[in-house]
């Protein structure tokens, strides 16, 4: 009968002997520095992926880092005519928190760009639903012709509502010229308002896209279950749709939000006074004020401000996307 | 079969929403070849009547042409160098294991979250600390941060879009990092890599905020325009120039479109 | 059942992946020309292990040789090693000769000699003239060809192959196993092929590795590993098996004699010689079910035999699976029956009684966990 079994422990046995008798021969004994480096780049996949990385990472770190801490040295000094007084001060921080003006801008920039990034998504979303769910063929050509506008010069694209808005503008004069209205309406331009439908329009783009991506995310094998389960089509919109588009909603607001709170070009062109918003003072102080620390100070509160805002933002919304999941 | 009934009754509204938006998107955007027709130097309506002086004038601005050639300059090089830097991060992050890679691209993600006039005022104050001259290369530097991003999330989504066994495969089959690079890697990604150019050149080309306090005497366009836009009588002008730069934005977005619609389909195939 | 000519030496290797420990200290040896199969479920570290062979995975300790060279420091195009992809993959931007000339820039050949090697290549595959197709017009089996002629252009040492028939259907799945054979000997390259399909193993391998949690279970023939498998989880691996935990009541002349809970006493004549088979010890009894027969009633010359009620019959057109339940035990004995030489079968019917009986040599020991 044999004892065929034995066989299988035995084996691994001898074959570790018969390995280590051909081994030593092939072994290197020594390496040199260079080799030592060669094979440690080759061992650690982290150590390659980070040389690769590192022009990249480089740049971005030292473009935005150095930058930065520049700024939060000089947020520290005092303007004395065109030169600095270096001796540390928080006198800068101390105005910007006191002062009225500042804290009354900053408001507004925040009540801004929070009522257009608000508006921006709102309106955005039945767009970028109808694309999602209603569109079967040529998805293609409507995402394009909704992202297109958003190509062309933003500049011109805000410049265009001031013809539009303005005193003699595409309105105004329409309405006169048809008899409707005898004196331009002149409420139009020079408004929060007016800066809040421009920056609507012109940051339309970064609401469609994120929300389109989130609601074409959706199976729609759970709309069919919610359906199934006896959701009528709005309670299913409610308790399916829109908590599964919520991420796209609120990457969205924060992609327009970020960006909206330092803009300046919009309000200098159709905010008129009451629609001046922190960033014209910043960039003031860089310019006609001439007060480059305060100016400074002005943009680390901001940035501060904006991220406390973004970070709120963020903490609520989960919250909130908890509370209906 | 109740369902796309349903579908279908939802539809008429949705579309005519949609319509509706759509105007809301383009017709602010018209206003500006229909008045760069019109031959008033006043922008309002009645129109008064049809020229082509407008673009004869503009084009013959030879501070306009500079400024141009500036911006064509700058958003050349930051194309360029933004695209590399992406290339290399993009390989990084998806072909490698990363001890800390969550903040790593979240460092190199940061322009995105930082408004753009911190950025340039930041930068600003460094340059002029330092004693760098104002200049378009400053421009490029300022630029160059706020592509960067959007460079890294398209070549990333070009990179995790095709199979790492691909470049495996070619060093299995002898090639070393560089030959594989070439011979595999580029090719398949190209796509995003003229993306991400198309991309980075729009934004450079496009960019006011950052350009206002970092470009010395050389202005770029939209500085140009900018500074046009204050007088009436060079308003026109301006308006001609914006529709021209319509009309190109308009072919290269197709032009790339129709690029990455083809490079998909092409990764689309059987053995992806 | 030693590797007289060891071609691939893997020694103490192990790979960790941060927490994760893929590969654990696993000591393997695969002689020259072999057809070497790793089998074990996903996750199992398999995968891992082919890819430390080609070089896309470095070890975290251990060290493979190949032709007794260490493979530590040697970057994977300079391995001689050539690896056919689980998703094959074929470069989509290159036509079909492009993708097997890959290989060959190194090489400084004219273009006549490429062109002869590639049309080789493709014969080997039995794609002749495929050279000019694109890549994309490919199905699943022609692109799994064109993989394979693409790593055997290389003429390499050792040809690695991770999954490579796993997307294809089961007819050309059998077609493709059959031809791979054939290739691997007419060529008479070491293969190392990784899967998790037990029968195409057995199908196609000269050696089987058997791997779990990132370990190596057993190394022997496919009838060694189906017959006598070294352990429980082995086993229960590889197709179906009966398990009885058993006790050894004596030992006589090569034949233990074990008391069970269900098959009363049982004989066992295969591996009563392992050491862990004393008198007294508690062990495993494991009996295939295709070595189990049935009667009606009690086979005169049967030497073991139990009595038992059919609970379920399984009909699966070549054979039958017959579920039978006995005194003393709460799960049924699995019993397969070929159609063919059971032409009494169809007699029986679930709820019959009958006897089943087995040889004492179908009978293998197994170390309790």
């Known amino acids: 009968m044999g004892i065929p079994f034995a066989g299988v422990p035995g084996q691994a046995g001898r074959m570790t002997e018969q390995a280590a008798a051909s081994a030593p021969a092939a072994r290197p004994t020594a390496r040199s520095s260079g080799d030592w480096l060669r094979a440690a780049i080759r061992r650690s996949e982290s150590l390659r992926g980070y040389i690769l990385l590192s022009p990249t990472l480089i740049v971005m770190v030292c473009g935005m880092i150095l930058p930065l801490l520049t700024m939060v040295v000089m947020s520290f000094w005092t303007q004395t005519g065109f030169d600095f007084d270096r001796s540390p001060t928080l006198a800068n921080y101390e105005r910007a928190v006191d002062g009225a003006v500042y804290r009354a801008l900053m ?155 330092g803009d300046y070009v919009t309000p200098d062109l159709v905010g008129g006074p009451d629609g001046m918003m922190m960033a014209n003072l910043i960039q003031a102080h860089f310019g006609k004020v001439n007060n480059w620390p305060m100016g400074a100070a002005l943009a680390i509160a901001m940035m501060l401000v904006v991220t406390v805002a973004a970070l709120a933002y963020i903490w609520v919304s989960r919250k909130a996307v908890g509370r209906i999941a | 079969m109740s369902d796309k009934a349903g579908a279908q009754r939802g539809n008429r509204p949705l579309l005519f929403y949609a319509i509706g938006y759509l105007a809301f998107l383009y017709i602010p955007v018209l ?21 082509t002086e407008w673009y004869s004038v503009v084009l013959a601005d030879e501070p306009m042409q500079a400024a141009l050639v500036n911006s064509l300059k700058v958003g050349a090089a930051v194309a360029t160098i ?102 595999v890697t580029l090719p398949l990604v190209f796509p995003g890599v003229v993306a991400s150019f198309l991309l980075c050149f729009t934004i450079s080309f496009d960019e006011f905020i950052i350009a206002f306090f970092l470009a010395g005497t050389e202005p770029t366009l939209p500085i140009f325009i900018y500074g046009q836009l204050r007088f009436p009588q060079t308003l026109p002008g301006v308006l001609a120039l914006g529709s021209l730069i319509l009309v190109v934005s308009f072919v290269v977005v197709f032009f790339s479109q129709w690029l990455q619609r083809k490079g998909a389909a092409g990764s689309a195939g059987p053995g992806i | 059942m030693t590797v007289r000519d060891p071609y691939i030496r893997i020694e103490g290797l192990t790979k960790r992946f941060g927490e994760v420990v893929a590969v654990e200290d696993i000591d393997l040896a695969v002689g020259r020309g072999e057809f070497f199969s790793l089998l074990g479920a996903s996750g199992c570290g398999k995968t891992t292990l082919l890819r430390m062979l080609a070089g896309f995975e470095v070890p975290t300790t251990g060290e493979i040789y190949i032709d007794d060279a260490p493979m530590a420091a040697v970057a994977p195009h300079h391995r001689p090693t050539n690896m056919v992809f689980q998703n094959y993959a074929i470069f989509p931007h290159l036509d079909v000769g492009q993708n097997v000339a890959y290989g060959l820039r190194s090489e400084r050949l ?15 595959v039995k794609l002749p003239g495929y050279g000019s197709r694109t890549a994309d017009a490919l199905s699943g089996g022609q692109q799994q060809r064109i993989a394979l002629a693409r790593a055997l252009i290389k003429r390499p040492k050792v040809l ?173 004995f699995a019993v397969a029956a070929q159609e063919a030489q059971a032409p009494g079968a169809t007699a029986f019917r679930e709820s019959s009684t009958v006897w089943l009986s087995w040889p004492d040599e179908a009978v293998v020991l197994l170390k309790s966990d």
């Open chain 2, 82 to 183: 933004a695209t590399v830097l992406g290339i290399f991060g993009a390989k990084a992050v998806t072909r490698y294991r990363i001890r800390g890679q969550r903040p790593v691209i979240g460092a190199i993600m940061l322009p995105l979250v930082i408004p753009g006039i911190i950025l340039g005022v930041a930068l600003l104050i460094l340059l002029s600390r330092v004693g760098v001259q104002l200049s378009l290369v400053t421009v490029a530097i300022g630029h160059t941060l706020i592509c960067v991003p959007f460079a890294m999330a398209t070549l990333m989504a070009r990179f995790e879009g095709f199979d790492r066994s691909m470049e495996e495969a070619a060093a299995d089959l002898g090639d070393n990092a560089w030959w594989t690079f070439w011979r």
């Open chain 3, 110 to 124: 004219t273009r006549a000699e490429k062109k002869e090697r590639v049309e080789e290549a493709l014969a080997m």
């Open chain 1, 107 to 261: 408001v507004r920039s925040l009540i801004i760009s929070g009522t257009c990034a608000a508006a921006t998504v709102l309106i955005a979303y039945p767009m970028a639903y109808y694309v999602a769910f209603h569109v079967h063929r040529r998805k293609l050509l409507w995402i394009i012709l909704m992202t297109l506008p958003f190509w062309t010069s933003y500049l011109l694209r805000v410049f265009a509502w001031k013809i539009i808005l303005g005193y003699n503008g595409a309105i105004n004069s329409g309405l006169m010229s048809v008899g409707l209205i005898g004196e331009p309406l002149e409420f139009l331009l020079y408004s929060p308002t007016a800066v809040v439908i421009t920056l609507a329009h012109a940051w339309a783009a970064f609401a469609i896209l994120p929300i389109y991506v989130s609601l074409e995310k959706i199976d729609r094998s759970l709309l069919e279950a919610a359906a199934d389960l006896g959701d009528g089509p709005v309670v299913r919109f409610f308790r399916v749709t829109l908590p599964l588009s919520l991420p796209g909603v609120i990457a969205a607001m924060l992609l327009i939000f970020i960006p909206t709170v």
């Open chain 2, 31 to 51: 206003f500006l070849p229909l008045f760069s027709f019109n031959d008033s130097i006043y922008v309002a309506f009645p129109l008064s009547g049809f020229t």
């Open chain 3, 160 to 332: 690695l192959l991770d999954e490579p028939l796993g997307a294809l259907d089961k007819k050309l799945r059998e077609q493709m196993q059959l031809e791979l054979r054939a290739l691997q000997q007419s060529l008479g390259i070491t293969f190392v092929f990784v899967t998790h399909d037990q029968e195409e193993a057995m199908t196609l391998s000269d050696r089987i590795a058997v791997m779990s949690h990132g370990r190596v279970l057993q190394v022997a023939s496919p009838e060694d590993i189906y017959q006598r498998p070294a352990s429980i989880e082995v086993a229960d691996f590889l197709g179906q098996m009966n398990f009885v935990a058993a006790s050894v009541k004596g030992l006589e002349n090569g034949h233990a004699v074990l008391d069970t809970a269900g098959l009363g006493r049982v004989r066992a004549s295969a591996s009563a010689g392992q050491p862990f088979v004393r008198e007294g010890a508690e062990l495993v009894v494991a009996i295939r079910p295709e070595r189990m027969s049935l009667s009606p009633e009690r086979r005169g010359d049967a030497p073991n035999a139990v009595e038992g009620v059919i609970r379920n019959v399984a009909y699966l057109g070549d054979r039958r699976h017959f579920y039978v339940a006995v005194e003393g035990r709460e799960e049924p």
